[in-house]
């Protein structure tokens, strides 16, 4: 809906495949589903885990590169983006969208963003299990 909304009123359109716009939607989907069940099954109160999952969802976003470069954070801060699958999402994003780059050219954020989506999907499941 935002793709067609935003072509028919700024004319923006996916310079690349956008099979691959929605693969890395997915995968981003896939972690933030296991980042909350993961938070639901720590937390004790509703209240607990969203104001919990509000806090990572934020600093995830603030230390991905969407609003600031990260080569200009300081050193600390540059090295959460290895481990922060926002940054893999944006610089992918970036790179298909605006530059019409294709699966070899942002396959190192795929692998990245599938591995960690893969680690927290694992976490939710054996967090989950072991709360029943």
Not at 34 to 42: E, K, P, Q, V
Request: aromatic share 16%.
């Amino acid at each position: 809906m935002c793709l067609l909304l935003s072509w028919a009123v700024y004319g923006i359109t996916c310079q690349g495949p956008l099979l691959l716009v929605y693969l890395l939607a997915m995968l981003l989907a896939l972690f933030f589903s296991s980042l909350g069940l993961i938070i639901s099954n720590y937390s004790d109160t509703l209240q607990q885990a969203i104001f919990v999952m509000w806090f990572f969802v934020v600093c995830l976003m603030l230390l991905s590169g969407l609003f600031t470069p990260t080569r200009s954070m300081p050193s600390w801060a540059y090295a959460t983006t290895y481990v922060n699958p926002m940054h893999y999402f944006i610089d992918a994003i970036r790179t298909v969208f605006v530059r019409g780059g294709t699966f070899q050219s942002i396959a190192h954020q795929v692998f990245a963003l599938a591995g960690i989506s893969a680690v927290m999907a694992v976490w939710a499941v054996q967090s989950y299990r072991k709360n029943r």
